[in-house]
């Protein structure tokens, strides 16, 4: 396994960074991950597999990649420093619902004053990958606590 810084972002006082991950097996498989790192949390952006990985190869994916992942972040990824499982599912409290959807409006809103990536904001106070943010940004659009960004015809 191998983990290589990609690149980074700053912004005011946070930075973004991002990681490529590489699992190379004996068989000649192998699994890329790009990882970022935002607040303290870390969150899968890709996984590229060949062969594809199967759902339970998917469901430990986090397992495998935690240890390395973390020592690359420089975060401690257990009470002792070596892993101890419950680093990758530690994300801002983000409610579920409309006051979830409320509070990504908010941080969105707040980025673009800033002159800053409003959905690298939403990924950072929520930890979600790139795609769930633009999932999250798009129900609050829905809910009406952002304006559309096109005009409808």
Known sequence: MSVRPAW???DGGSTARWFEVRLAFADGARVDVLAVECAG???????RAEPALSLDDLAVLADWIEGPLGEACGAQTGPDGG???GSRRA???LPR???GRWLAAREYRAAQEEGADPVLA??????HSRREALRLI???RDAGFL???RARR
Do not use: I, Y
């Open 122 to 127: 939403v990924m950072c106070a929520t930890g």
């Open 41 to 47: 949390c870390v969150s899968l952006e890709d996984v």
């Open 83 to 85: 892993g101890g499982g």
């Open 97 to 99: 619902g409309m006051e």
């Open 91 to 93: 994300r801002a409290a």
């Open 147 to 149: 304006t559309r960004r």
């Open 8 to 10: 980074q972002v700053r």
């Open 138 to 140: 798009g129900e609050a």
